[in-house]
């Protein structure tokens, strides 16, 4: 919901905000376990995975640097040499083929190294059966030279990874296993500028605690090292800052369509419903209504008494129907919405709760009126699955603004295990706040607590 940049700042500031967004878009795609939103506390990474794929990635990853920058110099050398008969030609198109193949093979080294996931950044190939066309393609992409750009200084970029990381991990390593080193070698001697000898395992235990005191700095160099080459490789591996606003773009607009039409849905849902309720109910009550009036009218010379009691039928049938319509007006659109805004509305809707409801809402001004009776929905099919599944005992309602936003929030202390299945309740309330491009989030686990959070623009 945030912005990235306001504005566009100078040519070098631009650079550095799209190495950023491009590295933040990177990271949100390859999910929760990514080196960036990895806790830093020792402990966690200690228990992370990702701290010892990243070590390990830093630690080997130089052989595939190296290799590449074998495979290029010797490859584009070769190929440019013999550009003079021709054959130099093949050799350049099956490079780069080689290349991206390369390419695709790093992102997912990246992705099971650092958990970011790179999206793809290739324009699309012509179909057909025109092998030079799809090369012609292929080499008027820019991913394909970004592509090259990157695996070139791979070498480099990975030798200097592969220097620190020795450096922290072998002086980490020896230090902690220096006790099994000393029994299995008779002795060994740390020389730390001062010398420092160890006969037997239990001499060498003072160094292990020395060792355990330094594998959290080199935890901490290694996620360094991850983070910026997971980033170096985002930025160049990634989509172009037009691909990627592009693709947004295009993805947001899918969603646009798909809530559309299933907000459409919805509202033929809710038509049809109301007509049904109608003709089923206050209808049919009306017409019996009518037809005791007109029994009445007939009866009213010759047995008043029978007519009294028919006016009385038909009277009780009117303030049934009444009854009805306001329950289905009330479904519709709340009047006390309409005339008093979301507090009392909410209120009233805590009011009739089975369990108590602690409402809260700060809004400085009332929001426009589609984000309020969405507001009012989303409470009121909460609180009616609280009654319904949770087995909660107490509930809370918040509505409050955040910048240009409506956060509308629903904490429960029921089972948990909420699910927003399709065509149910919650779905439906994810259609709703998607039709003014809010966004609603169900996070309910076992054992609960269950919270459902919507997201509504103030403005739109």
Excluded at 21 to 35: K, L
Excluded at 85 to 91: A, E, Q
Excluded at 182 to 193: C, D, K, L, S, T
Excluded at 204 to 220: E, F, I
Aim: aromatic share 6%.
């Amino acid at each position: 919901m945030g912005e990235l940049s306001r504005d566009g700042g100078a040519v070098g500031g631009a650079a550095v905000q799209w190495a950023a967004a491009r590295w933040a878009t990177a990271t949100r795609a390859g999910g929760g376990s990514s080196v960036m939103n990895r806790s830093w506390h020792p402990l966690a990474m200690v228990k992370s995975s990702l701290t010892w794929r990243s070590a390990v990635y830093l630690g080997v990853s130089l052989a595939w640097g190296l290799g590449w920058f074998v495979v290029l110099a010797v490859g584009l050398t070769l190929s440019v040499a013999l550009l003079i008969i021709w054959v130099g030609l093949p050799l350049l198109a099956l490079l780069m083929l080689a290349w991206r193949f390369g390419a695709v093979l790093e992102r997912r080294f990246v992705l099971a190294a650092f958990g970011v996931r790179i999206p793809s950044p290739y324009r699309r190939v012509p179909e057909g059966r025109n092998p030079l066309a799809k090369l012609k393609a292929m080499a008027g992409d820019p991913a394909t030279w970004k592509d090259l750009a990157y695996l070139a200084v791979l070498f480099p970029i990975t030798l200097v990874e592969f220097v620190v990381s020795v450096m922290a991990w072998a002086g980490t390593g020896t230090l902690l296993f220096l006790p099994a080193i000393v029994a299995a070698g008779g002795g060994a001697e740390i020389n730390f500028g001062v010398s420092y000898w160890a006969g037997n395992p239990v001499e060498a235990l003072p160094m292990s605690l020395l060792g355990l005191v330094l594998l959290l700095p080199a935890m901490y160099v290694t996620r360094a090292l991850a983070m910026g080459h997971a980033a170096f490789a985002a930025l160049m591996l990634g989509p172009s800052p037009s691909q990627a606003e592009n693709a947004a773009l295009r993805e947001r607009t899918e969603h646009l369509r798909a809530s559309r039409a299933r907000g459409v849905d919805a509202a033929e849902f809710e038509r049809r419903r109301i007509e049904r309720d109608l003709h089923d109910g206050a209808q049919q009550r009306l017409l019996a209504v009518a037809m005791d009036i007109g029994r009445a009218r007939a009866k009213l010379d010759e047995d008043p008494e029978g007519a009294r009691a028919l006016i009385e039928q038909a009277h009780a049938g009117t303030r049934e129907a009444i009854s009805e319509l306001r329950d289905l007006a009330r479904g519709i659109y709340p009047a006390i919405l309409t005339d008093r805004g979301l507090d009392p509305a909410l209120s009233g809707l805590a009011g009739r709760a089975p369990v108590p409801v602690e409402v809260e809402v700060d809004l400085p001004e009332r929001p426009p009126a589609a984000v309020e009776s969405i507001a009012y929905f989303i409470v009121a099919e909460s609180l009616a699955n609280i009654a319904k599944y949770a087995r909660a005992t107490r509930a809370s309602v918040r509505v409050v603004r955040e910048d240009r936003w409506v956060v509308v929030e629903v904490i429960d202390n029921g089972m948990g295990g909420a699910v927003a299945r399709p065509e149910g309740g919650l779905a439906g309330l994810a259609d709703r706040a998607a039709t003014i491009d809010g966004l609603l989030i169900v996070d309910s686990p076992a054992g609960g607590p269950t919270i459902v959070r919507a997201d509504l623009p103030c403005t739109w």
